[in-house]
């Protein structure tokens, strides 16, 4: 088959792959228990679903502007002001379907082949795959449990190089649940003005976070850090909207445009009927965030307490976002034999767990580290204590 070399370049997701294999273990009647997710387990909030309803009705059921609808942009611009205190007009936003289709247009905008982007390891699985698709070439910047995974302006300058285009960061962030340093970030934007390189900061985890933890929005620094970067965000983890696929970014107008450009003749317009739903859930009641969030900061502390007490596993209190990311690497040293095969990586670990425990995680790899796996806190209470019993269980022989 004579497909192209850059689809052939491109890896599946691992996320995707376990959680088709803990549906499929599911569909066989076993009781298998989900930490795999990377999506909210409650469900919209009434309101917004029926604003969805009564676009239906109204039959807002047509195309739209394939960049979005003036008020949902209106709503995203209210948003932006007032939450992040950064002001932008109409023309420098974009509605896509989904924070993910964003950012694939943000990076097909920014990219030409051989251009390098910075992008801070462990990472969200698509990322890579994103920036591979542009033909451009991920450059991997390490960061440590040790350091809380908080990244330096110093590890940053030290990767810059003459095809150094772009700087992808993610705060809070998937699947550390850092949420980074905002004497540290100041400093990374003032990066993109010395050596004149872009920033696409993936907020869509702006609205969970923990403790003592803010958010700093770069773009809300200065005018010429603005110029640089691309805001990404959307309402899929904030709002338990993950379904309704609604994304946004924020930038430069020249980037919206080429952005627009590329949805014009992919996608299109989002879904008509989650636009006006997303207007509601921007410009509505927003109590039903705290309510999420207090539950998965329970579940958080709980995850990570329950972690720590196991042999082998070292876990930081994530600040952010909704997954726990505990080492792992004492438990594979210990060499521990499935099915006449040695227990040797993450991957190994994870298909252990879920064929003998029947618990679906994702291993570290899939987010460029080696040793770790991720735990999503956001599955019940009941599902989080029973799960961890048996990982425990079985890691202790
Ligand atoms: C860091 C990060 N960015 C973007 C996305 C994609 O969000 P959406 O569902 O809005 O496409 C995800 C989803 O898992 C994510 O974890």
């Known amino acids: 088959m004579s497909i192209s070399e850059r689809v052939k370049n491109i890896n599946p997701s691992q996320t995707l792959a376990i959680t088709t294999q803990a549906l499929k273990m599911k569909r066989e009647g076993k009781k298998v228990i989900s930490f795999a997710a990377g999506e909210p387990d409650f469900a919209t909030p009434g309101n917004i679903r029926e604003e969805a309803i009564l676009a239906i009705n109204q039959g807002f059921t047509h195309y739209t502007a394939s960049s979005g609808i003036i008020e949902l942009k ?5 948003k932006l002001k007032k939450e992040n205190r950064v002001e932008y007009i109409p023309s420098e936003i974009i509605v896509s379907s989904g924070a993910k289709q964003c950012l694939f247009n943000a990076i097909l905008t920014l990219c030409n082949p051989g251009d390098e982007v ?23 910047i390490p960061t440590y449990q040790e350091e809380a995974f908080q990244l330096s302006a110093a590890q940053v300058e030290e990767k810059i190089a003459p095809k150094t285009k772009l700087l992808l960061l993610n705060s809070p962030h998937n699947p550390t649940g850092v949420v980074y340093d905002q004497e540290e970030l100041k400093k990374i934007a003032q990066l993109l003005l010395k050596y ?28 010429e850090v603005k110029a640089r970067t691309i805001i990404i965000n959307g309402v899929s983890k904030s709002y338990a909207m993950t379904g309704w696929r609604i994304g946004y970014a924020a930038g430069p107008e020249e980037f919206i445009s080429g952005m627009s450009k590329i949805q014009g003749h992919s996608t299109s317009n989002p879904n008509s009927i989650a636009q006006k739903a997303s207007v509601e859930a921007l410009l509505g009641r927003q109590d039903t965030i ?47 034999e499935y099915q006449g095969k040695k227990i040797e990586n993450s991957v190994d670990l994870s298909d252990f767990i879920l ?25 019940s209470m009941e599902d989080i204590q029973e799960g961890l019993d048996r990982i425990e269980h079985i890691l202790s022989y």
């Open 355 to 379: 064929k003998e425990a029947e618990v679906a995680l994702i291993p570290g790899s899939a987010f460029e580290a080696e040793g770790y796996l991720r735990l999503s806190y956001a599955t």
């Open 74 to 78: 209106e709503a995203i611009i209210e």
């Open 196 to 223: 004149h390189i872009y920033c696409i900061c993936d907020e869509i985890y702006e609205k969970l976070i923990y403790d003592q933890a803010k958010h700093l929005t770069l773009t809300s620094l200065n005018d």
């Open 290 to 336: 705290a309510e999420m969030r207090k539950a998965f900061d329970e579940r958080r502390k709980y995850m990570v307490k329950r972690l720590n007490k196991m042999e082998g596993v070292s876990c930081l209190n994530p600040s952010g976002a909704f997954y726990a990311f505990p080492k792992v690497s004492d438990v594979l040293k210990r060499g521990i």
């Open 118 to 140: 910075l992008l801070p390891i462990p990472c969200w699985v698509s990322y890579t795959e994103q920036i591979k698709f542009a033909q451009a070439v991920p450059i991997f």
